[in-house]
């Protein structure tokens, strides 16, 4: 994964998130969180190990309230952790995503599309 052209590797995101726990801080150029730039991981299955790991520091009864995942987050252009899921083809993420709820299904990008119109 890269990140502002920056190869990423997961041991580095992870020691990154426990230094800043703040899963909902936007941050960079295009002001993603934790869990939209982990939803544009193009490998399927690193991108859904980093959403298990988010979602569950975040669902932990002793994760602050700062700290849990507002669902309604975007980026810069108005896309969710769904968006990018279906822009990269990962079913499995896009599933977990909706089966836990981390995300709102009617939220529209800048671009007025649904993440079902991605797919």
């Given at each position: 994964?890269?990140?502002?052209?920056?190869?990423?590797?997961?041991?580095?995101?992870?020691?990154?998130?426990?230094?800043?726990?703040?899963?909902?801080?936007?941050?960079?150029?295009?002001?993603?969180?934790?869990?939209?730039?982990?939803?544009?991981?193009?490998?399927?299955?690193?991108?859904?190990?980093?959403?298990?790991?988010?979602?569950?520091?975040?669902?932990?009864?002793?994760?602050?309230?700062?700290?849990?995942?507002?669902?309604e987050?975007?980026?810069?252009?108005?896309?969710?952790?769904?968006?990018y899921?279906?822009?990269?083809?990962?079913?499995?993420?896009?599933?977990?995503?909706?089966?836990?709820?981390?995300?709102?299904?009617?939220?529209?990008?800048?671009?007025?599309?649904?993440?079902?119109?991605?797919?």
């Amino acid at each position: 994964m890269t990140y502002d052209g920056l190869e990423v590797s997961d041991k580095l995101i992870i020691k990154l998130f426990k230094l800043h726990p703040n899963v909902n801080k936007k941050v960079g150029e295009m002001q993603t969180t934790a869990l939209i730039t982990a939803s544009q991981i193009e490998d399927e299955d690193r991108s859904l190990r980093m959403i298990k790991y988010l979602h569950t520091y975040s669902s932990k009864s002793t994760t602050p309230d700062f700290c849990k995942i507002k669902i309604e987050l975007t980026d810069s252009l108005d896309c969710s952790a769904l968006h990018y899921s279906a822009i990269h083809g990962n079913q499995k993420c896009c599933k977990y995503l909706i089966d836990n709820k981390l995300i709102v299904l009617d939220q529209r990008n800048c671009y007025n599309e649904l993440p079902i119109d991605i797919l």
